[in-house]
Every structure is written in structure tokens, then in C-alpha cells.
């Protein structure tokens, strides 16, 4: 049986551009490797999972990806998030994702990432020094402008809404759900307001002309879910190495040992060769290995495409590093699409290559190609069972 390294690229699809001769950035970007591989391997498009009439979320789409359909296993973001961030969960807690945000006098959204504010450790020293009767407040940080907050205590519920509206300019919402639970996140958001208006990083960063950290958007409340691990599920001896907290803790969600790379941090900054470097000197002592590569989403979330071009010939210069791996599949896909134009997440098919079995026609790695390709339209769901009968042939 061949040995698997799973390769997803955040938000690796596109939509058309004007811009780049009416091409996706992976359809205008210089990927020989990526090509190699296509014109070696078999290709397609993958459906990825997302619930009707929403946009495909980077949770349950890599849920998906390994098979977990997120109807029944997804434990909420804020869960995944505190997992990545490397804290315990006990049982009970209720787990949140969260964001430093600019709001003004009346609670409507300057910007939702605080102008992506990253030394926020500051901030969240006096966050944990909030009181609420009766519930421990834990506030942890995740990357940049994100950070995961755990409620403690008894009886404590996950039903309750999120107060981020995805906008700017519109006024922060009103959580919803459970009576006890609302009480609780409106006093600790209260709390968590009053300290950072007056926190002397906030006056200083206003001083400077930046925008002040001066509100928390709550979102992805959930519990801890007992579910059967990767190994248990696959028989298949598991590792992660990814950047972003969110894929770190769906790592460890599903049981798999981390490898970690220094410099790994989910940014274009990335240290990709040690990836690929990290990938290759361990694959020996595994059966699988999930490498994740975050930037080409927030590059597209931003509206670089440019940049996120360039981004995927980065990986693709890097992933030469693997290509002499003998009786392994190497499996390249994103977990949703990203549309640059947009600037956001959107409901497009995902390119997949799987190089290591069996061969079709395909020349090169891109949307359009891929469409030729013997693998034909994937549902996300199926991914993990198309990988495990190749890995046989």
C-alpha cells in the first residue's frame, strides 16, 4: 500500500480575472511541478461540502476532505480553533473563535480585523482578568488578530449566535439562544469592551494613526465531540504540519501527531521548504501526512491576485522538494475556492490531482484542465475513499 501526502492550498481555486487574461491565478501562474504531476497523475474537481444556500466554510470543508461529514462530527470553529491554539478543552466548556475589531461609539464596524493587528498579547493579558460570576473566562491567542475564549462552569450552553455580521460599517449584532448563556457573552463582551477602549496599546496605536483593537467579534460557539480518531477510522498512521491554528486543531481533532516546522506560520512568509522538507524526511514513519497552505486564501480574501499568482508559484518551487518519493501518492487540492474579485470564500468546484497511481490525459494543474480529467466531479465526502483504493492499485 502507497503511502499518502494530502497537499491542500487554502482557498486554491478562482474565479476568471480581466486582469490576467481573463485567467484564475492558478490557471495565469508558472507551476511546471504542479503540471508534472497533472500531466503524470489524474485530475478532476471536487464539490466542496457546504451547507444550502451558504458559502463553503474552511471547517467543514476540511472536515469533509477526511471523510467527517460535518452534519454529525463538526464540534464548531471556536472548538477547532482553541485545539489549534494548543489548549486544553475539559468537558463542557463552551468554546469560541474571536477577532479583534475597530468599532465606533455606536458598536457599527470600522474594521474587522482591528487593521489585522498582530502583538496583541498586551490585550489579552487584561482580557483574562474579567469576573463573571460563577464562569471562568479563558482568553487564549491564536494568529494575528484572532484569538480562541473558553467559557468554564456548569451548565453552560453552545446554542448562541454569533455578534459578527461579516461587514463593515453595520453595527455589531445582538447574540441569540440559550437565556443564561446570552447573559454571559453580553457581560464578557461588556467587560472585554470597557478594558480595551482605555488599554494603553489602544490609545498609543490611535496616537500612531492605527485603528484601536477595541471590540471582540465572537463567532463558531461549540463543544468538545468525542469521535473515532483518523488512525481508528483509516488504520492509517497520521501527521499534520500546517501553520494556521484552525488546521492544527482539526489535526488534533482527529488524532494526528503534529510535525512541527519553525517559521511555520500560515502567512506568505511561510517557511514552505521547511514544509516540504518536514513532509519528506517523515513520511517514512507514516502512513499519511496533511500538509496545509493557508496564504493563497487571504491573499484572495484581500483581493490580491496578483500576489496570490505569485504565491502558487512559490509552492510550486518548493514542492519539487518531494517529487523524488518513491510508492507515495501525492494528492494536491484546496478545501474551497476563494474568489479574488470577491474576496471571498464561493461556491466553484476545486481542482485535485493525484499523482502516484494511475494516469489520464490532463497536461497541466488548473480549473479548466481539470475538467478533462479521469477523476471526474468529486463530492468532498469521497475524497478520503477514492485516495484509500488508489493507494491499493
Not at 69 to 89: D, F, S
Not at 221 to 247: D, H, P
Not at 249 to 266: F, N, S
Not at 334 to 340: E, K, V
Amino acid at each position: 500500500m502507497k503511502k499518502i501526502i494530502l497537499i491542500v492550498i487554502d482557498g486554491l481555486g478562482d474565479e476568471k480575472i480581466p486582469q490576467l487574461g481573463n485567467k484564475t491565478p492558478l490557471e495565469a501562474a508558472n507551476t511546471p511541478n504542479f503540471d508534472f504531476l497533472a500531466k503524470e497523475g489524474m485530475c478532476g474537481l471536487v464539490v466542496p461540502w457546504c451547507k444550502k444556500g451558504r458559502l463553503p466554510t474552511s471547517e467543514e470543508t476540511h472536515l469533509a476532505i477526511f471523510g467527517y461529514n460535518p452534519v454529525k462530527y463538526n464540534p464548531g470553529r471556536g472548538v477547532l480553533e482553541v485545539l489549534g491554539i494548543g489548549e486544553k478543552i475539559k468537558k463542557g466548556d463552551v468554546c469560541f473563535r474571536g477577532n479583534f475589531a475597530s468599532v465606533d461609539e455606536n458598536l457599527h464596524i470600522i474594521d474587522r480585523r482591528a487593521g489585522r493587528i498582530e502583538d496583541t498579547e498586551d490585550l489579552i493579558y487584561s482580557l483574562n482578568k474579567i469576573k463573571i460570576k460563577g464562569v471562568k473566562v479563558i482568553v487564549k491567542k491564536a494568529f494575528g488578530h484572532r484569538i480562541g475564549v473558553i467559557f468554564r462552569g456548569k451548565n453552560l450552553s453552545a446554542k448562541i449566535s454569533s455578534n459578527d455580521p461579516k461587514l463593515i460599517g453595520v453595527k455589531v449584532l445582538k447574540v441569540k439562544g440559550h437565556k443564561r448563556m446570552v447573559k454571559i457573552v453580553e457581560e464578557f463582551l461588556e467587560k472585554a469592551r470597557s478594558i480595551l477602549e482605555k488599554h494603553p496599546k489602544n490609545k498609543n496605536r490611535i496616537k500612531k494613526g492605527e485603528l484601536p483593537a477595541n471590540y471582540i467579534l465572537l463567532r463558531g460557539a461549540g463543544k468538545l465531540k468525542n469521535i473515532k480518531s483518523f488512525k481508528e477510522r483509516y488504520g492509517l498512521k497520521a501527521a499534520f504540519v500546517a501553520g494556521g491554528t484552525l488546521y492544527k486543531g482539526i489535526g488534533r481533532y482527529l488524532g494526528m501527531e503534529e510535525i512541527k516546522v519553525r517559521g511555520a506560520d500560515g502567512t506568505v512568509n511561510t517557511n514552505l521548504i521547511g514544509k516540504f522538507l518536514a513532509v519528506k524526511n517523515q513520511i517514512k514513519n507514516l502512513d499519511f501526512i496533511f500538509l496545509h497552505i493557508k496564504a493563497t486564501d487571504n491573499l484572495a480574501e484581500d483581493g490580491k491576485f496578483l500576489e496570490k499568482k505569485g504565491f502558487i508559484e512559490k509552492i510550486d518551487k518548493n514542492l519539487k522538494t518531494i517529487l523524488d518519493l518513491k510508492d507515495v501518492l501525492i494528492v494536491v487540492t484546496g478545501d474551497h475556492c476563494t474568489c479574488s474579485l470577491r474576496k471571498s470564500h464561493c461556491n466553484l468546484f476545486n481542482p485535485i490531482l493525484i499523482y502516484g497511481s494511475q494516469k489520464d490525459k490532463c497536461k497541466t494543474f488548473s480549473e479548466k484542465e481539470c475538467k478533462k480529467g479521469s477523476l471526474g466531479i468529486l463530492p468532498q465526502l469521497n475524497i478520503m475513499n477514492k485516495l484509500l483504493t488508489l493507494s491499493k492499485i
